[in-house]
């Protein structure tokens, strides 16, 4: 099977790619613009292998993208390429309307003309995945209840809102033009390889670095934590078992307060990383509260029980044993972080700019 990946150096999508090559026999072209978040240093350990390659290109170039399905004849087409920090939408949203919705409309485009032009069988079992973010569906209010395929979209930030939007027009093109989509809704990734300015691996950065681990409000937002690996496996049987036509919401069971999780990376730190930077006696004593992010969602949890019962998926990882492995991980490939950290991001939180120079 051929699978074209766009957005393979980023987070997720490097990840489904090492998985790919490593777990299958399945051959990939990885198409990624390479903005900030994309990496192939992520990628560097199977770059040489034959059934792998990678090419730069913006999705939003259909000419470009067209000549590519032309050429690489591929079975499926696995859409992860995306603005997906909430933080930087906040400060600039233009480049998430950008890519999220015109780079997918015009990704949809360049698919349809592809898919049209395939004899049977090919034509029949061609699929488009499209890769989304449970953000679409707003917040949850209150302990109770979860996210799943039915739950009313009400994105909050610009990056959920441009999400949302993808996710209309990949539904669009499947009911107007028959084009064979499937859609996955994921909760908050985490893991090896993860860009520092998200949660998890800016915690670790910044107290091994002795700078102020930045909460927003009081913490007491929840998210359910899936890891990345797990996401991958997931995202695989979808494209390859999922039905046309269908939603997918994928979670890691994994419900934790922002507050609890930036604790749990302290202690791992005290027992894994126990010389402390200068001038400090414990990680927990870096916490900072700092002002909330505008329009702050208060708690996600996602409902997996669809891609469990039919497509037999379910998490392998707990969040103690993969925040565990991310930590080790993260204090065993500090060379590949300072790489990413090479000027343009320092480990600060974005889309509050009254805190930027505290935190930087």
């Given at each position: 099977m051929r699978i074209l990946v766009t957005g393979g150096a980023g987070f997720i999508g490097s990840a489904l790619i090492r998985h790919l090559i490593d777990h299958t026999e399945h051959e990939v072209l990885n198409l990624d613009k390479l903005t900030y978040a994309g990496n192939l240093q992520s990628l560097q350990r199977?770059?040489?292998?034959?059934?792998?390659?990678?090419?730069?290109?913006?999705?939003?170039?259909?000419?470009?993208?067209?000549?590519?399905?032309?050429?690489?004849?591929?079975?499926?087409?696995?859409?992860?390429?995306?603005?997906?920090?909430?933080?930087?939408?906040?400060?600039?949203?233009?480049?998430?309307?950008?890519?999220?919705?015109?780079?997918?409309?015009?990704?949809?485009?360049?698919?349809?003309?592809?898919?049209?032009?395939?004899?049977?069988?090919?034509?029949?079992?061609?699929?488009?995945?499209?890769?989304?973010?449970?953000?679409?569906?707003?917040?949850?209010?209150?302990?109770?209840?979860?996210?799943?395929?039915?739950?009313?979209?009400?994105?909050?930030?610009?990056?959920?809102?441009?999400?949302?939007?993808?996710?209309?027009?990949?539904?669009?093109?499947?009911?107007?033009y028959g084009l064979p989509t499937v859609i996955s809704n994921c909760s908050n990734n985490y893991g090896p390889y993860h860009f520092p300015e998200k949660l998890i691996p800016l915690m670790i950065l910044n107290a091994l670095a002795g700078k102020p681990l930045a909460v927003y409000g009081d913490g007491q937002q929840v998210r359910d934590w899936?890891?990345?690996?797990?996401?991958?496996?997931?995202?695989?049987?979808?494209?390859?078992?999922?039905?046309?036509?269908?939603?997918?919401?994928?979670g890691g069971?994994?419900?934790?307060?922002?507050?609890?999780?930036?604790?749990?990376?302290?202690?791992?730190?005290?027992?894994?990383?126990p010389a402390h930077p200068a001038g400090v006696t414990r990680y927990t004593d870096l916490i900072t509260h700092v002002q909330d992010r505008p329009g702050h969602d208060l708690r996600y949890a996602i409902d997996a029980g669809r891609i469990e019962r039919e497509l037999g998926w379910v998490p392998q990882e707990t969040f103690a044993s993969g925040l565990r492995k991310t930590v080790q991980w993260y204090l065993n490939n500090l060379d590949w972080c300072r790489q990413v950290q090479d000027g343009s991001y320092q480990g600060q939180r974005l889309g509050n700019s009254d805190f930027k120079d505290l935190i930087a």
């Open positions: 199977i770059a040489d292998n034959p059934r792998y390659e990678f090419v730069q290109a913006d999705i939003a170039d259909q000419v470009s993208v067209s000549a590519l399905l032309a050429r690489f004849q591929p079975h499926a087409i696995m859409h992860l390429a995306a603005e997906s920090h909430v933080d930087r939408s906040i400060d600039g949203p233009a480049d998430f309307i950008y890519t999220n919705i015109v780079g997918t409309y015009s990704l949809l485009e360049a698919a349809r003309g592809y898919w049209s032009s395939l004899e049977k069988p090919a034509r029949d079992t061609f699929r488009f995945h499209h890769v989304s973010t449970d953000e679409v569906f707003g917040d949850l209010h209150g302990p109770d209840g979860l996210f799943d395929e039915n739950t009313p979209y009400a994105p909050s930030s610009p990056y959920s809102a441009s999400k949302a939007a993808a996710d209309h027009l990949v539904r669009a093109w499947q009911r107007t899936l890891y990345v690996e797990d996401h991958v496996r997931a995202l695989l049987r979808i494209v390859t078992a999922g039905e046309v036509g269908q939603t997918y919401t994928i069971h994994n419900e934790q307060r922002n507050i609890d999780v930036v604790q749990a990376v302290c202690a791992l730190l005290e027992e894994l990383a």
